[in-house]
């Protein structure tokens, strides 16, 4: 039976982390484990930031975003001798299993550790949703009705003016985030990465739609496919039209959790701690369907960018129209 583990959220926070990190917390306690939370992600692991966990120190929490034990990126964690402090610090600590929660550089972490000999379950959470054996990651959820939020609002004043907005959106090198907020949002167009687009033909089509009466467009672009600022320009510059630009940011990555993240945190936080009980470590836990998987760590970290359903691509492309 296993005594202590340790837990930390790393890289870019996202919504519902709080609610695994507490589901992780109280699965363990009520299996007599003890929880030792690393604040501010591998970088606090390398600074030896710690502080016990109670039930009491996961009470309020579910309905926060962000991360209450803080996050950070550490460049440290991707060197030989950041990885050996990491682990000498999590041998000092005496745990016998870690649970990270994060996206695809926090779990490559976790592979590493794990491979060093000391039990990891990874949890993935990232709005990016790139993450692939999981669909989807943690935080995803919330951060696209962040992004509905948003170009409803957009949408009005747009329609008030007839304006074109061209709204950025995270995601990296993804463009799930750009896709499916397009079809919740009706926008008219989206711009991803995994996908070429001619903005001339973008150019000439809105103008047929301004033919036609239409009082609004909306371009959805990902960051990994080009600049909101660059593409209104080159919009205004092609056809005149009167194009204002928005880049989303980080107001997508917060906010209290919906209820999607806060179930799904519940039952990736309770799985990891099956997992490190069950001895399946080096793996993530992942959604498939309605039911939750195991992955071996080392696939997830080297099967590449999870590609988007091409469904997803067709109603975005078909219903714009
Ligand atoms: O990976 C999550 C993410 O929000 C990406 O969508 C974005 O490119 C990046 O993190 C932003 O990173 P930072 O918070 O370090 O500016």
């Known amino acids: 039976m296993l005594k202590r583990i340790a837990v930390l959220t790393s890289g870019g926070d996202c ?6 990190v507490r589901a992780v917390v109280r699965s363990a306690l009520v299996s007599g484990i003890e929880v030792i939370g690393i604040q501010k992600g591998y970088q606090g692991l390398m600074d030896e930031l710690y502080i016990a966990l109670n039930t009491r120190s996961v009470s309020g929490v579910v309905q926060r975003g962000g991360t209450f034990l803080q996050t950070a990126r550490c460049k440290e964690m ?6 050996q402090r990491a682990c000498d610090n999590l041998k000092k600590l005496d745990v016998e ?24 379950v ?18 995803v959820d919330t951060a696209l009705n962040n992004i509905i939020r ?15 907005f061209v709204v950025e959106v995270m995601g990296r090198n993804c463009g799930y985030l750009t896709v499916v907020a397009t079809i919740a949002t009706g926008a008219e167009y989206s711009l991803i990465p995994e996908e070429p687009f001619a903005l001339e033909d973008i150019c000439a089509d809105l103008r047929r739609r301004y ?20 593409i209104a320009a080159q919009i205004k510059e092609r056809i ?12 997508q990555r917060g906010g209290s959790p919906t209820a999607f993240d806060r179930l799904l945190g519940a039952r990736f936080g309770r799985a990891a701690v099956d ?27 080297s099967a590449g960018i999870r590609p988007i359903n091409p469904m997803f691509h067709y109603l975005a492309n078909s219903l714009s129209i």
């Open 15 to 20: 919504s519902g982390m709080n609610a695994t």
């Open 78 to 83: 991707r060197t030989p001798e950041g990885l």
């Open 97 to 120: 299993g870690l649970v990270v929660i994060g996206g695809d550089g926090s779990l490559a972490g976790a592979h590493a550790i794990d491979q060093k000999g000391i039990p990891v």
């Open 122 to 139: 990874g949890i993935p959470a990232s709005i990016d949703n790139d993450i692939p054996f999981t669909s989807p990651s943690l935080g």
């Open 150 to 164: 948003a170009v409803d609002n957009l949408k009005d004043t747009a329609s008030s003016h007839n304006r074109a």
């Open 211 to 230: 033919h036609e009466g239409r009082n609004n467009s909306i371009i959805m672009v990902a960051e990994g496919a080009g600049r909101a600022e660059d």
């Open 240 to 251: 005149g039209f009167e194009t204002r630009a928005i880049v989303l940011g980080h107001y």
């Open 275 to 301: 997992g490190l009980v069950q001895g399946r470590s080096g793996t993530m836990v992942g959604l498939k369907g309605a039911s939750l998987i195991y992955s071996k760590l080392d696939k997830v970290t």
